[in-house]
């Protein structure tokens, strides 16, 4: 799952060179020719509708609980079914991709952030900060990635907010070492040379040269990164350590699920599907972004 | 080979000294006070402050660390605030119950993917290749807990075949061992595809053809054997996804082992067996990967420490 992922990820993303221009065909058009990339482009499509028009297409509200129609199975009345409170499974399912969607963006924010930040600075300036940077990095990576997110919300406490600041901590790292990789390789390129040459500063050479040109590489991880941030959300979610009730995470439904899974399986059944649909959908792109970025690096 | 088994061996101290240190910080750092599992709400501040003292957590902070450290040093991983019993102990009781999930998921991973990656490789763009790949986005894209709950849904309850939880027989492990091992499989299989598909690319390959060995000797001695080699760095990674990923199966199938008992320490804010989970997963860590390294050495002659 998770955890040795973004290690192939980082493998995959370090050997990224940058395509020259002009001679390629636009990205939107090799983007297109992969049908994986285009099936998750689809399901990310989906996903976000899903969650916009939320209040618009779910059946039922969020918390409607209705106790006479408790653990009713799929069918007409409740597509389906319907769980422990009689709540509508479809509807907090849609409402779910809401949570999902926000883990995800937060908390691949989070990671970018400051993973590019300490990333560019390492890689710029090398000598101690460099040391500490890898060493920080070694650190958060000696653990498996949910072991760490799990230590996390144990010292953070429990919460959907602490969880989605927690697993930012656990992948900041992934962003920092393919982001010092790539700069200490432009830092050698003649367009940064000539920056140098007629005097401009480093915050402008790393603002106005370095990050524009890290751009690739850091899309292709955050979406592959999008995908594993829900996944972990769901663990922990499931875990009792994310989402609280009645909020209705994935990962939450499916915990409360487990207690009735000989009597509804349903309630257990279709939030795995919605995780699996959504994540799949991420990777799906984001291996189709890499390919299309990158096309030497296809079959591998 | 022996100096350089000393020499990793020696590395690992400091690695595993700072891993106490951050475990024992970030603690330190964390919301919660442990005297309040022990400690009614309600209880008199002298009641507390007894309480406190007898577990040494009114004494500064750095001395608490030292004190920890020295403890940790001779085998003692202090004791469990909410049983009182040493920690040393428990960890002993449950690492079989963890160890032999870890073992079952981590060989059936590699019996179904090698096999199933060299097909792959063989036969390129069949219906085996597109089945590899097609397990290889699934299983990265399935929560693991997920494949847990679904196979106690599909072989417990409907078809009754095997037991939905528990621990102890083999009939208890199966499930728990394919929810951990089955999500694994497909990247294992891709990863040994590309590592056999550059073998077969290779001069010497082409040489064996070329004097007319028997394919299944071509296959098996010189395509497999080289192509084999990635794979072995590769478990050493595979550890930590299976040492994550036990935490959270022990807790679906009701196992006893350390990772369920690492989830109640935290419910329960008991630290000290927190502390002590958490320290012998990194040993296991850092211990399989130094395996995985001389593993490495001893199958492939070209490596040399």
Not at chain 1, 270 to 279: K, N, S
Not at chain 2, 216 to 226: A, E, L, P, Y
Not at chain 2, 255 to 273: A, E, H, T, W
Request: glycine letters at 8%.
């Amino acid at each position: 799952m998770a955890e040795t992922k973004t290690d192939s990820i980082e493998n995959d993303v370090k050997t990224l060179e940058f395509p020259e221009r002009g001679k390629n065909p636009s990205l939107w058009k090799r983007l297109r020719r992969s049908p994986g990339a285009m099936i998750g482009l689809v399901l990310i499509i989906l996903l976000l509708l899903t969650a916009i028009l939320a209040n618009h297409i779910a059946p039922q509200g969020i918390d409607d609980q209705d106790l006479r129609n408790a653990l009713q199975p799929p069918g007409s009345a409740f597509v389906l079914g319907t769980d422990e409170f009689g709540r509508d499974m479809l509807s907090r399912i849609i409402y779910g991709s809401r949570i999902s969607l926000e883990v995800g963006i937060i908390t691949t924010s989070v990671a970018a952030l400051m993973g590019i930040t300490l990333g560019v600075l390492a890689g710029y300036y090398g000598g101690w900060i460099d040391y500490i940077v890898q060493g920080l990095v070694d650190v958060s990576w000696a653990f498996p990635t949910v072991l760490m997110a799990i230590f996390l919300i144990a010292v953070l406490g429990p919460g959907l907010v602490n969880l989605m600041f927690a697993v930012g901590l656990v992948y900041w790292g992934a962003f920092a070492r393919v982001v010092r990789g790539q700069v200490l390789t432009l830092r050698e390129w003649e367009f940064v040379t000539a920056a140098h040459a007629i005097g401009a500063r480093d915050s402008r050479i790393i603002l106005r040269h370095i990050i524009p040109n890290l751009l690739s590489p850091v899309i292709v991880m955050a979406t592959l990164l999008m995908g594993d941030a829900i996944l972990i959300e769901s663990t922990l979610s499931f875990l009792g350590m994310g989402a609280q009730p009645p909020t209705p995470s994935w990962g939450s439904i499916l915990a409360s699920g487990r207690a009735y899974l000989r009597l509804a399986p349903w309630v257990t059944t279709f939030p795995g599907i919605a995780i699996m649909l959504t994540v799949l959908g991420f990777n799906l792109l984001g291996d189709g972004l890499r390919d299309a970025l990158d096309p030497r690096l296809k079959d591998r | 080979m022996t100096a350089y088994l000393a020499k990793r061996l020696l590395f690992a101290i400091p690695v595993l000294i700072a891993t106490a240190l951050l475990v024992f910080l970030a603690l330190q750092l964390s919301p919660g006070d442990p005297v309040d599992v022990l400690v009614s709400p309600i209880a008199p501040e002298s009641v507390r402050q007894r309480v406190r003292t007898e577990l040494g957590l009114d004494k500064p902070l750095a001395v608490q660390f030292f004190i920890y450290m020295g403890n940790l040093a001779r085998g003692n991983l202090g004791t469990s605030i909410l049983n009182k019993r040493p920690v040393i102990e428990l960890l002993k009781e449950k690492l079989p119950i963890t160890a032999e999930l870890g073992l079952a998921a981590f060989l059936l991973q590699y019996i179904i993917a090698v096999p199933l990656g060299a097909i792959a490789a063989i036969n390129r763009n069949s219906i085996i290749d597109w089945f590899s790949m097609i397990m290889a986005l699934i299983g990265v894209s399935m929560p693991d807990f997920w494949l847990g709950l679904i196979l106690i849904l599909f072989f417990a309850v409907t078809l009754k075949w095997l037991p939905p939880t528990g621990y102890g027989g083999i009939d208890k492990l199966i499930l728990p061992a394919l929810a951990l091992g089955l999500p694994r499989v497909g990247r294992i299989a891709r990863i040994t595809r590309s590592s056999m598909l550059e073998v077969i690319g290779q001069d010497y390959v082409r040489t064996a053809r070329a004097k007319g060995l028997a394919e299944h000797v071509v296959v098996f001695r010189h395509i497999m054997r080289n192509s084999l080699i990635p794979i072995i760095s590769l478990m050493g990674l595979d550890l930590g996804y299976i040492i994550g990923g036990s935490v959270v199966i022990e807790n679906v199938f009701a196992r006893p082992g350390i990772g369920n008992m690492m989830l109640q320490s935290i419910y329960s804010r008991d630290f000290p067996v927190l502390q002590g989970c958490m320290f012998v997963l990194a040993f296991a860590i850092i211990l399989g990967n130094i395996f995985a390294d001389l593993l490495y050495a001893l199958v492939d002659p070209r490596i040399r420490y």
